[in-house]
């Protein structure tokens, strides 16, 4: 009796750290497309200052989104009528990327979404990585089913998005396709997300996602721009 009494508490005293830190590592995968398109979205704003204030204050909403999806998430997943909305809202941000680079007027201007004001940019923060968060949720309860490790796991994984994205926004002024290959990723996240709803029975397998999203990085870290003489 004392013999199983020790072994379950070493059960759950290694269990609830190991799912965490699996929660953790999970967030970290799921958020590299997710933060170069946050910081593509802040990009547009041409002050570093106001591309800063942009991703604390819409990633604080994009928390809390995150944690209301958490609470409802077991109710979320019965209507697929949310994953065909995030698709959609992630499909479209790639649709008007793309268009509005084709109606530039000058070639060297880099910030191509049609989003210029911090108010504008602040809640599409927001919605985008509540687009992207569908499927980590999903993930995450399947992982655990203790609601304060998947909001312990969520709220790390804020705190990293916050710091990939203000990295990305500096690298997508180095290098030559890295803007590019972001939005294609998030193309292909709205995509998966448009199967899941349309063919739930033949989802995409998660190495051939997490495969096609390093091929892409890979692509988009391939070509430095040239060095501007001052």
């Known amino acids: 009796m004392l013999e199983e009494s ?25 958020s590299a497309d997710n933060a170069i398109a946050l910081a593509a979205i802040a990009q547009n704003l041409q002050d570093p200052k106001m591309q800063r204030k942009a991703l604390n204050i819409g990633l604080i909403g994009a928390y809390i989104l995150r944690i209301s999806l958490i609470f409802t998430a077991t109710w979320v997943v019965k209507f697929w009528q949310f994953e065909l909305l995030g698709a959609l809202y992630l499909l479209w941000l790639v649709y008007n990327y793309f268009t509005a680079r084709e109606t ?3 070639p060297e201007h880099n ?25 980590s949720v999903t993930t995450a309860i399947a992982v655990s089913e203790d609601t304060w490790l998947i909001i312990a796991g969520g709220t790390i994984g804020i705190i990293t998005l916050r710091f990939l994205a203000g990295l990305f926004i500096r690298w997508l002024e180095e290098y030559t396709h890295l803007e590019d290959a972001g ?38 870290f391939s070509e430095r721009n040239p060095i501007k003489d001052k």
């Not at 020790?6 to 799921?30: F, K, N, R």
């Not at 504008?120 to 499927?135: G, N, R």
């Open 104 to 106: 530039e007027e000058t």
């Open 111 to 135: 910030h191509h979404l049609s989003f210029s004001s911090l108010w504008q940019i602040i809640p599409t923060i927001a919605v985008t990585d509540l687009a992207f968060s569908l499927d």
């Open 6 to 30: 020790v072994d379950y508490l070493v059960d759950s005293g290694l269990q609830t750290p190991l799912i965490l830190i699996i929660l953790i590592a999970l967030e970290a995968v799921l």
């Open 183 to 220: 939005f294609i990723t998030v193309g292909f996240v709205g995509i998966r997300l448009l199967l899941k709803v349309f063919t739930p029975d033949e989802l995409v397998p998660e190495w051939v996602t997490i495969s096609a999203i390093f091929l892409l990085f890979v692509w988009g």
